[in-house]
């Protein structure tokens, strides 16, 4: 049985399961794979860490939003303006920096209504 961790506080806790998603994944292929450093630990928030988590994750879904409102912004602009082939990549790569940036605050889903089932 794999050791249940706080993304928070990072104890060995208790706590509600952390939902897989495509980053979590990208990350554990990463140390699986290129430094072989992956301990199998299943994440999940504590009691007591709850409202920490509950803070941030607000916080990453709204710089979430504002990042791909300004990404969509300036493809657009950058597509109306210059109406080339160049434009519509160069318009793909700022809208995926803006992503990549939302990123830097990152937060992962708990599976609330998985734990209330079992």
């Known amino acids: 049985m794999p050791k249940t961790?706080?993304?928070i506080c990072g104890k060995?806790?208790?706590g509600?399961?952390?939902a897989d998603d495509l980053v979590l994944d990208s990350i554990r292929w990463f140390k699986q794979n290129v430094t072989h450093n992956e301990r199998?630990?299943?994440l999940v928030v504590c009691?007591?860490?709850y409202?920490?988590?509950a803070a941030s994750r607000k916080k990453f879904e709204s710089r979430q939003r504002l990042y791909l409102g300004l990404g969509i912004v300036f493809a657009l602009l950058n597509v109306t303006l210059s109406r080339t082939l160049a434009s519509v990549g160069i318009s793909l790569l700022i809208?995926?920096?803006f992503i990549c940036f939302s990123l830097m605050s990152?937060?992962?889903r708990i599976n609330i209504k998985k734990q209330h089932s079992q």
Do not use: A, H, Q
Request: aromatic fraction near 8%; proline fraction near 8%.
């Open 5 to 7: 961790v706080c993304i």
């Open 12 to 14: 060995e806790k208790r």
């Open 16 to 18: 509600i399961d952390v």
């Open 40 to 42: 199998g630990n299943r």
């Open 47 to 49: 009691r007591e860490c």
């Open 51 to 53: 409202p920490k988590y």
């Open 95 to 97: 809208l995926l920096l």
């Open 106 to 108: 990152y937060s992962p």
